[in-house]
């Protein structure tokens, strides 16, 4: 792997982590739903009008369409949308934490739906994650955390890690930005027809609130998207998921740095748990894979 790849892998890592926190200065301005079902939209747009400059196609296959539809709806919709919503009642460090499990639990579900042999270090890595995620949630009911936001991300990374195990060796086909736009505009249809009927409409312009929604539609959104690409594109997914490992350590930072979030013993310490489970599952299935 080399430094650009480095530099690469630890851009993503950063911009992607950092949504929990610009989300949560959203949602303190405006009505989750309808905010993230905009931000969709806009990137959505802005997505298919660039794969379209591109020479792209949005004729898709049948299975492209159907990665399309299970990615928009399992994690634009459920998986951001239950997030959103959470970010009213929890930190965004907490949010992060339980966002992080993701590579865990399709490890954990490969394993037991489809039959995947875990190695020693796999294995290790994903009962130590588990743990350190236990951990900080265990600290933190104690603290008097709210349950339902808890649930809602809960029941959000499942949808992610669902659709990731669904889409097992799916391809883009070459309209990787085109069917990422149009996930995004998936998202934001699904979302705007859950708010319409549920959610009342509000929103207080300030500045924060203009910046933080620039921000996500703009880096997490579509900057972070491009750049996955291009790093899956230059050293394979397997190696590229191994910074997923980061995505804890500058989750719970950028929530500490700019909401001001206290983070207690157990905290950093089960941060550091989930931190080495991760890497030690992705580190493991990356040696099956050479």
Known sequence: MDLRAIGMGLAFALMWSSAFTSARIIVADASPLYALAARFLVSGLLGVALARALGQSWR?????????????????????????????????????????????LVALFSWLIYGDRLRPLAMAGLFAGMGGVAL????????????LGVVFCGIGVLALSFA????????????????????????????????????TF??????????AFAYTTLVPGLAATLVWFLLVDRIGAIRAATFHFLNP????????????????VMDMV?????????????????REQS
Do not use: H, K
Not at 202 to 211: E, G, I, N, V, Y
């Open 60 to 104: 898709l296959t049948p299975a492209q369409w159907r990665a399309t539809v299970i990615f928009g709806i399992c994690q634009n919709a459920l998986y951001l949308g239950l997030n959103f919503v959470a970010m009213q009642w929890v930190e965004a460090s907490l949010a992060a934490i339980i966002a992080s499990a993701m590579p865990l």
């Open 136 to 147: 900080i949630m265990g600290a933190r009911l104690t603290a008097g955390v709210d349950l």
């Open 164 to 199: 990731t195990l669904a889409m097992r060796g799916a391809s883009t086909g070459g309209n990787f930005l085109m069917v990422v736009g149009l996930q995004m505009l998936i998202g934001a249809a699904v979302l705007l027809a859950v708010a319409i009927p549920f959610e």
């Open 202 to 211: 509000r929103m207080t312009p300030s500045w924060p609130l203009a910046a």
């Open 249 to 264: 350590v500058f989750g719970v930072a950028i929530a500490s740095l700019l909401l001001g979030e206290r983070l207690g």
């Open 270 to 286: 089960g941060v550091g748990i989930v931190t080495l489970g991760i890497l030690a599952v992705q580190l493991s299935r990356g």
